[in-house]
């Protein structure tokens, strides 16, 4: 309980600290959004911040940070330790910047952010990852809720069904305004999430607060119950709740809807804190409602038997149902069902803005929005019914904290450019080295990707890292410290 209530401590205080440093880093100003300058009454439309912060936590959480959270926490209390200054140092600074870049672009996708400051050849295979990936993300975001609804529902309502209308949801949401069905629908599915974190999280603390695992020499050297290694397999099962390459397509969303500068930390980094939250209870939930008056090694056995038995679904609505009862269980269910959804329709959402930006088509067209987005949902369709969505899910776990990576090298370098003094830019280049050698160390090992020993991918990884710093610092340190000599003397 201890452990517990400390990390969230840390959370909130790292919102109001370390956020407020990369606020300041940032140089927010008092110039015009894209959204007071050239409203469209589509996708800029000018809100209020309470309301996009909603949507902004909507938007990224999904599954993640609960479906994430639970296999996570089967490799015990160290989780909690990546959920904390994952996201304080790494996943809120990726969030902001995203966002804050986006917006500082006319609110551009973010393959086009990346590629303004990384160079033509990155923003074609950012253009075309990005697709590619959103898709993953709604596509996989269907049929989890689908599952999940056919749980609740009569047996005639089976997952097929639901499927079908989830997607035509989809559809509609893609296409219309973003304050006709996001706008308005969102708020209240962000309280319906907030509700289930604090119940599940509360009746936790109540009832089972004193098993809950503290953060301990020997429990940090708890095995995983299957063996596998926590570097760099749990930095990328637990993305959405520490760090997501997926929010950086998000962010420019809400970076089309801020009306004021002032805003971004709030709703970008805030919201990435909100969700570490979410993250943190469902990892506590989870390791200690299997423990049973047991050991840690038991409790962290018994939820990975249940993930394998049934699949986080299943671990999600027993946890809820046996917590708060058939009534709060059903509400807790709710909650995780919206989270989902919610972020699977604005990832067809960005990727029809992606399209849009890339090929340069106009969105406040009727019959242009329409073109780009019933092809993608079609698409989406076909590509829910005919591939099992748990091994796309493990594709996109790789490839989305790739992602993640490459934003966070384009904060970097954007921070170069117009932050302070380079020593400012390593607030982005150290997150962004870290996640350098978890995507490349994970390529290396991941039984879906190459599958080779530890042996050589933690020495890929780490070295691969190392050098894309050096790379970093000698063209951000040694370059200009070169050149401010260069103009002493010339002014001499």
């Not at 209240?188 to 009746?203: D, E, N, R, T």
């Amino acid at each position: 309980m201890i452990t517990f209530f400390a990390c969230l401590v840390f959370l909130v205080v790292g919102f109001f600290t370390y956020g407020k440093l990369v606020e300041k880093v940032f140089h927010i100003d008092d110039r015009q959004t894209p959204a007071v300058a050239h409203p469209d009454g589509v996708d800029y439309v000018p809100m209020k911040t309470w309301r996009i912060f909603l949507i902004q936590l909507l938007n990224i959480a999904g599954l993640g940070p609960i479906y994430g959270a639970l296999s996570g926490a089967c490799w015990g209390p160290a989780v909690y330790l990546w959920i904390v200054f994952g996201t304080i140092l790494g996943g809120a600074v990726h969030d902001f910047l995203s966002g804050m870049m986006s917006e500082r672009n006319d609110g551009k996708s973010i393959s086009e952010v990346v590629g303004l400051y990384m160079g033509k050849v990155i923003t074609f295979i950012m253009r075309v990852f990005s697709v590619v990936l959103l898709v993953m993300v709604g596509v996989n975001f269907a049929a989890g809720p689908a599952g999940l609804l056919s749980k609740l529902t009569p047996e005639v309502l089976t997952t097929n069904f639901w499927l079908v209308v989830i997607l035509l949801y989809y559809l509609a949401a893609t296409f219309l305004p973003i304050d006709k069905i996001v706008g308005k629908l969102y708020p209240i599915f962000g309280i319906c999430l907030i509700i289930m974190a604090i119940g599940v999280g509360g009746a936790t603390l109540i009832l089972h607060g004193a098993e809950m695992p503290e953060l301990t020499a020997a429990n940090l050297a708890v095995l995983h119950p299957n063996g596998t290694p926590k570097w760099a397999m749990m930095f990328v099962t637990v993305a959405c709740g520490a760090v997501s390459g997926f929010h950086a397509t998000q962010s420019p969303m809400m970076a089309r809807c801020i009306k004021s500068e002032k805003e971004g930390h709030t709703i970008f980094y805030g919201a990435m804190v909100a969700e570490g939250i979410i993250a943190l209870i469902w990892a506590s939930a989870g390791v200690t409602f299997y423990m049973n008056h047991g050991s840690l090694l038991d409790g962290m056995t018994g939820l990975q038997a249940a993930i394998s038995a049934g699949g986080a679904g299943s671990v999600v609505y027993e946890v809820c149902t046996t917590l708060l009862g058939p009534v709060g269980g059903v509400l807790a269910m709710i909650g995780v069902i919206a989270c989902p959804i919610t972020s699977g329709d604005t990832a067809f959402r960005s990727a029809r803005l992606t399209i849009a930006d890339w090929f340069h088509v106009d969105q406040a067209d009727t019959k242009k929005r329409a073109m780009l987005a019933v092809p993608l949902l079609a698409a989406g369709a076909v590509i829910v019914t005919a591939l099992d969505w748990n091994v796309l899910w493990r594709y996109f776990s790789w490839s989305n904290q790739t992602l993640a990576m490459i934003v966070l090298w384009t904060g970097a370098v954007f921070l170069h450019r117009y932050g302070y003094p380079p020593i400012a830019s390593m607030m982005a280049a150290l997150p962004a080295t870290f996640m350098t050698a978890v995507s490349i160390t994970y390529f290396f090992q991941a039984p879906e990707c190459l599958h080779l020993s530890t042996s050589i991918a933690y020495p890929v990884g780490i070295v691969a890292a190392i050098i894309l710093f050096v790379l970093f610092y000698v063209q951000t340190f040694v370059r200009k410290k070169d050149e401010n000599i260069l103009a002493q003397q010339m002014g001499k």
